[in-house]
């Protein structure tokens, strides 16, 4: 009995092996991993930041390039929030800082921070900015996924300690993260 009931289990493999085509197994595999995803950033209503983010997924976690143009000069806090909701005209739609994991709000390479806290991107005086670094947190595949939310840029500085919002005063920019080539 128990030997026809393993015939029958590994008949039942088979059959549900050879069911998919190559070029299935081939679709199931891309959309099992996202490797690459880019947020165009916009102004908010009254401002004029624009550029890009970029997100790549490395060995060691996840590789973000910004390059945003039209900033006052100094350091903008600069996160993941949880929706890609940019219809609002001050960013608010977008919500909070992006917190699965319900952690406080500190830096990037921080063990406990939230998975959206990229801390600050500083502008040289022609307001130009440029970003380059590994997220050890941040993930583009899975249920922690940054894919669909948002990138905010703000006003002011990220302090990296006040609760939870790092002190950065309004929102000047957005952009909704997408899936890339
Ligand atoms: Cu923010
Ligand atoms: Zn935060």
Do not use: W
């Not at 590994?10 to 947020?39: F, P, R, Y």
């Not at 929706?83 to 830096?107: E, L, T």
């Not at 990229?118 to 595949?141: Q, S, T, W």
Request: net charge negative.
């Amino acid at each position: 009995m128990k030997r026809v009931t393993f015939v029958i289990a590994v008949a039942a493999i088979l059959a549900g092996t050879q069911s998919l085509t190559a070029q299935e197994k081939h679709e199931m595999h891309l959309k099992a991993s996202i490797n690459h995803a880019i947020a165009v950033i916009v102004p908010t209503k009254g401002n004029s930041v624009r550029g890009t983010v970029t997100f790549e997924a490395v060995e060691r976690g996840v590789r973000v390039v910004a390059d945003l143009t039209r900033l006052t000069p100094g350091k903008h806090g600069f996160h993941v929030h949880e929706f890609g909701d940019i219809s609002s005209d001050d960013g608010s739609s977008a919500g909070g800082h992006f917190n699965p994991m319900g952690m406080v709000h500190s830096m990037p390479m921080s063990d406990k921070r939230h998975a959206g806290d990229m801390g600050n991107i500083e502008a040289d005086e022609h307001g130009i900015a440029h970003l380059d670094y590994v997220d050890p947190a941040m993930k583009l595949d899975g249920d922690y996924s940054i894919v669909g939310r948002a990138v905010i840029v703000h006003e002011k500085e990220d302090d990296l300690k006040t609760q939870p919002t790092g002190n950065a005063g309004p929102r000047i920019g957005c952009g909704v993260i997408g899936i890339a080539k």
